[in-house]
């Protein structure tokens, strides 16, 4: 691979990492916006007990051709790179400008959602039904009490949830920050990344792993074998989770972290202007809309450099 190509593939794999460390546009979705997405798919389907296979009988240059390990190494190292690098940068502005975040976010869910709909060109009852379902499902998720908040999370717990994330990542539509997100570990994972906590992370990226192997597969069967309902489930999931990251919010209850720290548990959304009496803070209503804005620009903007294929450039 020629250093052009593999410098735009690394650039993919940043905007991915990028994505996936926040609740909002997939990996996939940018993988599938990049064209990248079936390659990406194949490429880890062929990370199989046959690989293993490949390289005692036909060795390492073989196993390392039927894997596409220069692709997979390549767009692997530019997601870590841009996980690690906005760990912290995600975790300041969520203590310090909550409103503006959880806008920005919210704008990224929306637009990934317009933009995943946009391929599902009917809608019969056998896709409005997982639609509803994934709507409803989400949104009741997400209006209730995060399913780590209320215990110590234990090693267990993020290894199912590294799992379980890795999977949302090759999906077009849904973050792995997301599914953390619903299962009330999103700030713990972040925490752990930004100190660097390597117990917590190995047992995560374990999870990671067995998500790799075990589901992955299974995912991309059912995109080819009923795309246009698993796509509108996701589309549903998408727009109900909107419940939870509405950027305006009054703390019903808090509880104690493992740090010490005053954290809230349970929360109701409410409008901007009730905000600002409930909590004495401003709105930042206008700020809020411009991040909205800009997040919902940055995946327009990505559309249309696709449309005008510059990411054409073919991998070899």
Same mark, same amino acid.
């Given at each position: 691979m020629s250093l052009k190509p593999t410098l735009l593939l690394f650039a993919r794999g940043v905007a991915m990492g990028a994505a996936d460390v926040v609740p909002g546009v997939s990996g996939g979705t940018i993988a /599938?916006?990049?064209?990248?997405?079936?390659? !990406?798919?194949?490429? !880890?389907?062929?990370?199989? &007990?046959?690989?293993?296979?490949?390289? /005692?009988?036909?060795?390492f240059g073989s196993f390392w051709s039927y894997i596409?390990?220069?692709?997979?190494?390549?767009?692997?190292?530019?997601?870590?790179?841009?996980? *690690?690098?906005?760990?912290?940068?995600?975790?300041?502005?969520?203590?310090?400008? &909550?409103?503006?975040?959880?806008?920005? *976010?919210? #704008?990224?869910v929306l637009v990934s959602a317009w933009h995943v709909a946009k391929q599902i060109r009917r809608w019969p009852a056998s896709t409005v039904l997982p639609f509803l379902v994934?709507?409803?499902?989400?949104?009741?998720?997400? =209006?209730?009490?995060?399913?780590?908040? #209320?215990?110590?999370?234990?090693? *267990?717990?993020?290894?199912?949830?590294?799992?379980?994330?890795?999977?949302?990542?090759?999906?077009? #539509?849904?973050?792995g920050s997301f599914?953390?997100?619903?299962?009330?570990?999103?700030?713990?994972v972040l925490s752990a990344v930004k100190d660097l906590d390597l117990l917590v992370l190995t047992v995560l990226a374990s999870g990671c792993v067995v998500g790799l192997l075990v589901f992955a597969r299974f995912l991309s069967w059912l995109l080819l074998r009923a795309r246009m309902q698993t796509l509108a489930f996701l589309v549903g999931l998408m727009l109900g989770s909107l419940n939870k990251i509405w950027p305006w919010k009054e703390t019903l209850t808090t509880r104690v972290n493992s740090k010490?720290?005053?954290?809230?548990?349970?929360?109701?959304?409410?409008? &901007?202007?009730?905000?600002?009496?409930?909590?004495?803070? &401003?709105?930042? *209503?206008?700020?809020?809309?411009?991040?909205?804005? !800009?997040?919902?620009?940055?995946?327009? =903007?990505?559309?249309w450099l696709a449309d005008h294929d510059f990411f054409s450039q073919k991998q070899s």
């Open positions: /599938f916006i990049t064209g990248i997405y079936d390659e !990406l798919l194949n490429s !880890l389907k062929n990370c199989n &007990p046959a690989a293993v296979k490949v390289l /005692f009988q036909q060795g596409n390990g220069s692709f997979l190494i390549t767009l692997f190292t530019g997601i870590l790179t841009s996980l *690690f690098s906005l760990a912290k940068l995600i975790t300041w502005l969520l203590d310090h400008h &909550p409103v503006l975040v959880w806008s920005f *976010f919210f #704008g990224l994934g709507a409803v499902l989400a949104w009741v998720i997400a =209006g209730g009490v995060p399913a780590a908040a #209320g215990n110590e999370v234990n090693l *267990f717990t993020f290894f199912w949830a590294g799992a379980l994330a890795i999977c949302a990542m090759i999906l077009p #539509g849904i973050s599914i953390l997100l619903l299962l009330g570990l999103y700030g713990s010490g720290i005053e954290v809230p548990l349970l929360q109701n959304n409410i409008l &901007p202007f009730h905000y600002e009496q409930l909590t004495g803070q &401003p709105s930042q *209503f206008a700020l809020a809309v411009l991040c909205m804005g !800009l997040a919902i620009g940055l995946v327009l =903007g990505l559309e």
